[in-house]
């Protein structure tokens, strides 16, 4: 019994710590949502707790299922998107992008994932944030059409 009870406390150990994003200690602070306009630019935040080596890659969807930018100059980026360079002490930790002319359809949950300095292995994934785009305002047409007889 007490192997059984010993055993139980290992599985749930090793799950409550695989659901911890990250292996590095490395956690990464993300807007939970940001709005714009469609035609609009925002900024999606992403800070890391410290500074890693590695590249940083977005990505849309919650299994990373489109890249929308990636540090690495191999891979293809949306050339709407450009990392939000600032200066000063957070230069290096801030990987925040700019992400211009949106549209519709580019709402959605987005996440930003650094990965190791082999560029393969993820060192941290943020929580996700919600990008939701307003439509802009059409005029519509309005004909009336009196009849008198």
Not at 117 to 145: C, E, H, M, Q, W
Request: net charge positive; proline share 3%.
């Amino acid at each position: 019994m007490q192997d059984q009870v010993c055993a139980f406390s290992f599985i749930l150990t090793v799950l409550i710590l695989s659901t911890f994003k990250g292996t590095s200690g490395l956690i990464i602070y993300q807007s939970p949502s940001v709005t714009g306009r469609e035609g609009g630019t925002v900024i999606l935040n992403c800070t890391l707790s410290e500074e890693k080596l590695g590249p940083v890659r977005w990505y849309k969807g919650e299994n990373q299922q489109q890249l929308l930018y990636s540090q690495l100059t191999s891979e293809k980026s949306d050339p709407r998107v450009s990392r939000t360079v600032k200066e000063g002490p957070t230069r290096n930790t801030d990987l925040s992008i700019t992400f211009t002319n949106i549209t519709w359809d580019d709402a959605g949950m987005y996440y930003c994932v650094k990965f190791k300095s082999d560029k393969v292995n993820v060192s941290a994934a943020g929580n996700g944030t919600r990008l939701y785009v307003t439509r802009k305002y059409k005029p519509f047409n309005v004909t009336i059409i009196i009849r008198c007889e």
